[in-house]
């Protein structure tokens, strides 16, 4: 069992910045995959990046690729998610989760472990 808590989340404007944390506890969190997903009202949850046990290798989506960055520190059992140049479209409850994978799926069904999530809104 791997228990995940999503911080960091809030209200920016704009082009602002936030920096999503998940911190993991239970398993070794080296032996896991990690991703962001984000849920926004009415709509399927959708991928949004990922990294390796590593962190030597990162999937993101298109609609974020080049402003948002995912990082781990397997020393903090930590996982974060630098998110600059938000856009109202990145307005969602973002959730960390974790795939006992060595790929970097983009399918919710292959993740296992999931936080409760965080909220971020964009005001335009």
């Known amino acids: 069992q791997v228990h995940l808590v999503e911080s960091g989340g809030g209200l920016v404007q704009v082009g602002g910045s936030l920096r999503l944390s998940c911190a993991a506890s239970?398993?070794?969190?080296?032996?896991?995959?990690m991703g962001w997903f984000r849920q926004a009202p009415g709509k399927e949850r959708e991928f949004v990046a990922a990294v390796n046990w590593s962190g030597g290798y990162r999937l993101y989506a298109d609609s974020v690729k080049g402003r948002f960055t995912i990082s781990r520190d397997n020393a903090k059992n930590t996982v974060y998610l630098q998110m600059n140049g938000l856009k109202p479209e990145d307005t969602a409850v973002y959730y960390c989760?974790?795939?006992?994978?060595?790929?970097?799926?983009?399918?919710?069904?292959?993740?296992?472990?999931w936080g409760q999530g965080t909220q971020v809104t964009v005001s335009s």
């Open positions: 989760t974790a795939s006992p994978t060595n790929a970097l799926p983009r399918s919710p069904d292959q993740y296992l472990y």
């Open positions: 239970g398993r070794t969190f080296s032996d896991y995959t």
